[in-house]
């Protein structure tokens, strides 16, 4: 292309700052980003803007936060942009088959997943609560179906053993950001990278997480329970009930040892952690917070309630 290509950019959380970046860095002119409007936040719930809306005011970009993109005054607006192409990572709002093709190159997403596995809203989280040895990011073309488009380029990385929600999103994100700056590298030299469609096999949904997904069953096996606390690692976190207040669990390790204590009694106390026996093998609570607390070893909880260790052990958690 002789001209800068004009970009119109559409993200909202932290995910999408990286990508938002590797645009203003471009041999591209961003011409505006969308994000969503701000929302209530924090203790005093005041309005907080997005982080895409924070870095897009720093470099001094235009920016819309339109509630919805379905109107035809919100697609008229767009199009008064003229871009040549639209990127879109984590916005949060449906783009409709009219909006996606006002672009001349369409619409590129950034998703965080290696597709047709995890389509959908938090396939970061999903894949390691399914135990998947692998994620990555891919570069599509966006379509009006649910991540269905085809992927123009992809980037892998393997899921660690101690692999959290969060450090998999961090490392996904920039991830997202470098294949987003070599496709705009090829847009701009007129060497768009090939269009492959997805296979219609091996498609799983990342269903959005619910918090009510949180609480710990120990009914399940230890490894699960173990994914669980990693994936939901910042977020929802996951949590138990024991000594008659809730209690978050921000680490814990599945042990491969046998228990016939009923799951989710309390089989031993020591100084690497709480044990909790399961359907299948035992998980050891390492890190925990309280409600209004911070977080803490599992020690230096029961350290300050000695009256307590003797009252838990073989209790139902």
């Known amino acids: 292309m002789t001209a800068r290509p004009r970009l119109v ?33 924090g203790r005093g719930r005041k309005l907080s803007p997005s982080a895409v809306k924070q870095a897009a005011s720093a470099a001094r970009i235009e920016i819309r936060q339109p509630e919805s993109l379905r109107s035809p005054a919100a ?23 009219k ?32 135990g998947d040895s692998e994620s990555g990011v891919g570069l ?3 379509e009006a179906g649910l991540d269905t488009g085809p992927v123009l380029l992809e980037r892998r990385t393997p899921i660690g053993a101690d692999e959290t929600g969060g450090s998999l999103h961090d490392r996904l994100s920039m991830l997202g950001a470098e294949i987003l700056a070599e496709g705009l590298s090829r847009l701009v030299a007129g060497n768009l990278p090939e269009a492959v469609v997805q296979s219609d096999t091996g498609i799983e949904y990342a269903h959005k997480l619910d918090k009510a997904e949180a609480r710990l069953d120990w009914n399940s096996p230890a490894t699960a329970l173990e994914r669980k606390v990693r994936a939901f690692d910042p977020w929802p976190v996951a949590e138990t009930e024991l000594a008659g207040e809730r209690l978050r669990i921000w680490s814990a390790k599945a042990l491969a040892v046998a228990s016939t204590e009923v799951p989710g009694s309390v089989i031993a106390i020591t100084a690497q952690g709480l044990d909790v026996a399961c359907a299948d093998g035992v998980l050891r609570i390492l890190e925990i917070q309280r409600d209004g607390g911070r977080r803490m070893p599992v020690g230096d909880w029961l350290n300050a309630r000695p009256a307590l260790i003797e009252g838990i052990s073989g209790r139902q958690a």
């Open 99 to 130: 909006l996606l093709a006002i672009p001349g190159h369409g619409c590129w997403n950034v998703h965080a997943s290696l597709l047709p596995r995890w389509r959908g809203a938090a396939p970061i989280q999903r894949a390691i609560l399914a």
């Open 75 to 97: 697609r008229e607006e767009l199009a008064d942009f003229a871009p040549d192409l639209m990127i879109v990572v984590a916005y949060g709002l449906i783009l409709s088959r």
């Open 9 to 41: 950019f559409a993200g909202t959380p932290e995910f999408a700052v990286p990508a938002l970046h590797a645009c203003v860095q471009s041999d591209c002119d961003v011409v505006a980003v969308y994000t969503q409007p701000d929302r209530p936040a």
């Open 140 to 142: 599509m073309q966006m």
